[in-house]
């Protein structure tokens, strides 16, 4: 008896692994989907996270204050809403161009944060 509990209990675990395996597999292969098709949205976002990165590592060493990283994270608020507006408008995709705007305005940005 206490062995088929066992079993049961190592077949249910074995089962919930496998199962969570396939969801995160699907998950991330969801991902890589929509960065496929949309390579140039996924390179400006991907900026913006990094810049993110940099401004809150800035602010943990003392080298922008909670006010200064309050606005750069505006701008780079305003960098993301301007390209879902462009991409709402292009059936999801930006433009050559609209990136190079775009990747102007968050050079701006970035030269900022390592002042």
């Given amino acids: 008896m206490k062995n088929s509990n066992r079993v049961n209990k190592a077949l249910v675990l074995s089962t919930l692994v496998a199962v969570m395996a396939s969801v995160a597999g699907s998950a991330f292969a969801a991902e890589t989907k929509w960065e ?4 140039r949205r996924d390179q400006v976002n991907d900026r913006l996270a990094n810049q993110n990165k940099r401004i809150r590592a800035e602010v943990k060493e003392g080298d922008l204050t909670k006010a200064q990283a309050a606005g750069l ?3 780079d608020r305003q960098i993301r809403q301007e390209e879902r507006a462009m991409a709402s408008q292009n059936g999801g995709h930006i433009t050559k161009l609209e990136q190079k705007t775009l990747n102007q ?10 002042k």
């Fill in 105 to 114: 305005q968050e050079n701006a940005v970035s030269k900022e944060i390592g």
């Fill in 73 to 75: 994270r505006r701008k």
């Fill in 36 to 39: 496929k098709h949309h390579p």
